[in-house]
């Protein structure tokens, strides 16, 4: 490994694949738990339907906290508030998506949603998805935030520890006039203060 090379393990995911891990494990997860939204499908279309869920979700809670962290009003407020209200708005934004899916999926009939006009299955969508959803979304962050910054958000290469520790042992370089000290000083400063007071006898 070269001086100045960043060892493997240093190096971090992006908050990008990050994302993208994450939403792969949680639809590799609900298709395995097979809960109760899509208990009636095939393990093919269990996956497809929780793929389209979940990165869906993802996808549009990202924007909004994309968009919120722009705004300059929203900015200034705390990080875990801007987060908290990206989870709400995109699984607002997502809410109709989901309810669309279910239909196509044909879920709607299975929980009853028929009976219901679209307005009232779209909140009833956004009241069952929103508080996994954003508790999912603030989990996601907090392992994103609470990290200490990595070598590749800083941009920072540290020096390796042996070559930072010959560069500050490194003597400097001696001027002219310090390479020839007068004799006395030079007895003085070899000298310890207190081996100077003990007679010489001693």
Do not use: C, K, Y
Not at 83 to 108: K, Q, R, S
């Amino acid at each position: 490994m070269s001086p100045g090379e960043i060892h493997p393990r240093q190096a971090t995911l992006s908050w990008p694949h990050f994302l993208l891990f994450a939403g792969l494990g949680l639809v590799t997860l609900f298709t395995l738990l097979d809960p109760e939204p899509s208990r009636s499908l095939g393990l093919i279309e269990r996956f497809l339907f929780w793929l389209l869920h979940a990165g869906g979700l993802l996808f549009l809670m990202q924007v909004s906290q994309s968009v919120l962290s722009r705004v300059p009003p929203l900015r200034r407020l705390n990080p875990w508030i801007q987060i908290t209200l990206a989870g709400l708005i995109g699984t607002a934004l997502f809410a109709p998506i989901g309810t669309g899916l279910d239909e196509v999926f044909g879920l709607a009939a299975v929980s009853d949603d028929l009976n219901l006009t679209w307005p009232h299955q779209v909140l009833n969508a956004f009241a069952d998805t929103a508080p996994a959803a954003v508790f999912i979304w603030v989990g996601l962050n907090a392992a994103r935030n609470l990290r200490l910054p990595t070598l590749r958000e800083t941009g920072h290469r540290p020096q390796p520890a042996l070559q930072e520790l010959s560069r500050v042992a490194q003597p400097a370089p001696l001027r002219l006039e310090d390479q020839s000290p007068a004799p006395a000083l030079a007895s003085e400063a070899a000298t310890p203060p207190f081996w100077s007071r003990v007679p010489s006898s001693l």
